[in-house]
């Protein structure tokens, strides 16, 4: 059985998801441990002590607010942007989770992610180089929609597009319907919703789209709020975090 077929709640994991026996875990190398303890982005930098994740201050500090949002228990968690997967690590260690899933446009990252996750045993975690608008129209090969889904940090780069992955979906409205697809029971959303609050390179975007006009706070809750209702539940720096329930 896969351990992304679909199978019932449960409070701890099921015998196909026991974890790889720690003699037949292949070690963490020098590079994939430089590489999720200290790149960019800096905010995602963690490391593996005993058999644990430690994450970095700043990580640490964005771990314990959004996952205050976690239901509980906790069964299956999407991050949309994985980076070097700390979020999907960590609720994939958590007894009541029978899936996680980072998706990322950035190979580096996601490639030390799976390293980590193979060094760890964690059978229930898994990573893939996919756009949220694939993700959607497949989303039955990955089990079906997942409780728990993050976008932090993200959403300007779904609208706009980056470095990494230039494609990027043309109205807000597209965004949220998608993410309805991929979300059963709650989207956590901490994102930069003024556009003068996001990064140079998406400024310059924007100005060479003409779309920076589009991009506000009203225009995103307006298309989000066709597919979710929305709870502001806090903040962190400037940013509220919205907890986002299916409609």
Known sequence: MSPFTVAQPATRRTAWF???????RPA????????IGDSYPRNHNYRIKAGRLAPSCRLAVRFKRTAALYPQPLTSLLDLSASKGYFVLEAAQRPGCERALGIDAVQDTLAAASAVRDHLGLDNARFACLRLDALARKIGEFGGPFQTVLLINTYQYLYFGSDQSPWHFTTHREIFSAMRQVTSERVIFHNRLELADCQTAVRKQAALSGRGATFSPAAIRTAAEEFFTIEVRGRLGRRPFWLMTPR
Request: proline letters at 7%.
């Open 18 to 24: 026991k974890t790889t026996a720690p003699a037949e």
């Open 28 to 35: 963490l190398s020098a590079d994939v441990a430089a590489l």
